[in-house]
């Protein structure tokens, strides 16, 4: 099949093809553009969903802790409402990652529309469907590993071209859009000043031992307990607090679910996660990112930031900072 661009815009309704339709699609790694159509999609297949918003752009992970922004190839990529990853089929990673989907897999339906009549999954034998989960032993492939093949730098200019772009779509509002450019240009421009930042001054960080379940209710504490537990980088055993996230100190939010793995988006390696969790409604929207990113990655948040809304104890311990874990 060749590329199809349905031209989406946030709110749109799409079917999601079948899955024999989106192998004709699919590379000899059961990608197209780089960009996989992995095992948990297939449950979505012949069913009708709402788009989020279209995604030209997105960040990635290059290195640990380090970001770039790049555009997706042929810029005909969107996000639909809810669907993230479930990991069922990468050995149950927890990140919830939200789902990339290229216009080759959708069509453009009508809200009134039925659907289609589902159809069964392919064997694999039989049809060109070849969806890989791992490229060596050890090393997993998913979308996320892979973006850096789906997609490419992004010039300067092109950059802001896609500022309007977004708008246009209905990805961004305008006045969010203003917010998503002026932020990125003054902490550019003051960049020369000395910004506050959270960081602590631990060599050994502590562990908070909640057990925290889905469905709890839990408190994030203010950034002045939050700092007590972080070392010279602002790290928690590797993993990062900083003040965008201690705006959102004091509130009460549920707990959505556990992070005790997850995939290395650099490396494809499965990494362990110790008492950490993802509270619902809150993700990175990469406010200091020049236009912003759709991706909307859920934040990640130490059990020792946080207390139990009915006040219920936690118990610590301290990690050498040489082992930690990931994040």
Not at 23 to 44: C, I, K, V
Not at 81 to 98: K, M, T, V, Y
Not at 135 to 160: D, F, H, M, N
Request: aromatic letters at 8%.
């Amino acid at each position: 099949m060749s590329q199809i661009d349905l031209k989406l815009r946030a709110g749109d309704w799409v079917e999601v093809r079948s899955a024999l339709e989106i192998a004709e699609t699919l590379d000899t790694n059961g990608s197209l553009d780089g960009l996989p159509f992995m095992p948990e999609m297939q449950t979505f297949c012949n069913r009708r969903f709402q788009v989020l918003r279209p995604a030209e752009k997105t960040c990635l992970e290059v290195g640990t802790l380090y970001y770039a922004i790049q555009e997706f190839r042929n810029n005909d990529v969107v996000l639909l409402n809810e669907l993230r990853c479930s990991g069922i089929d990468h050995d149950g990673c927890q990140r919830a990652c939200f789902l990339f989907w290229k216009s080759a897999w959708l069509r453009k339906i009508e809200p009134t529309q039925s659907e289609s009549t589902p159809q069964a999954i392919p064997d694999p034998i039989k049809a060109p469907l070849i969806l890989r989960t791992m490229s060596a032993p050890g090393r997993y492939v998913c979308q996320a590993t892979e973006l850096v093949r789906a997609t490419q730098p992004i010039p300067r200019l092109r950059k802001i071209l896609k500022c309007f772009s977004d708008i246009r779509s209905g990805s961004r509002g305008v006045l969010e859009m203003a917010r998503l450019v002026w932020l990125p240009i003054w902490r550019k421009a003051t960049a020369w000043f000395p910004r506050k930042v959270l960081v602590g001054n631990l060599k050994k960080t502590p562990v908070g031992n909640l057990n925290l379940q889905p469905g709890e209710l839990v408190i994030i504490k203010p950034s002045s307990e939050i700092k007590e537990t972080l070392d010279g980088k602002g790290r928690n055993r590797g993993m990062v607090c900083d003040l965008g996230m201690c705006r959102y100190s004091g509130g009460t939010y549920k707990v959505r679910s556990r992070l005790d793995r997850m995939i290395s988006e650099p490396t494809g390696e499965m990494r362990k996660v110790e008492s950490t969790v993802i509270l619902d409604g809150l993700q990175c929207l990469c406010w200091n990112t020049l236009g912003g990113c759709p991706r909307q990655d859920f934040m990640y948040w130490r059990e020792v930031w946080l207390k139990r809304a009915n006040g219920h104890a936690e118990s610590t311990k301290s990690t050498p900072i040489g082992k930690d874990e990931y994040r």
